[in-house]
């Protein structure tokens, strides 16, 4: 997608079902874009095997994967 740099998910240790998925944007336009649309294409897969229960946006204030 234009825009996003990557992704990682996280599993929850007792429910395996829970999981933490962690975007990384270039700028909140290119998310703001994405997320316009009601149910991107490339989602599709991703709502088949589960529900996005909410949204938070956070500032990067370090990355220290690199």
């Known amino acids: 997608m234009p825009g996003a740099l990557g992704s990682f998910m996280l599993r929850g240790p007792e429910d395996k079902t829970?999981?933490?998925?962690?975007?990384?944007?270039?700028?909140?336009?290119?998310?703001?874009?994405?997320w316009g649309?009601?149910?991107?294409?490339?989602?599709?897969?991703m709502r088949e095997i589960g529900e996005r229960l909410s949204v938070t946006v956070y500032d990067e204030i370090e990355d220290f994967t690199r």
């Open 18 to 34: 829970e999981v933490l998925t962690v975007a990384k944007w270039y700028a909140m336009e290119s998310w703001k874009a994405f």
């Open 37 to 45: 649309a009601e149910n991107p294409s490339q989602m599709v897969g």
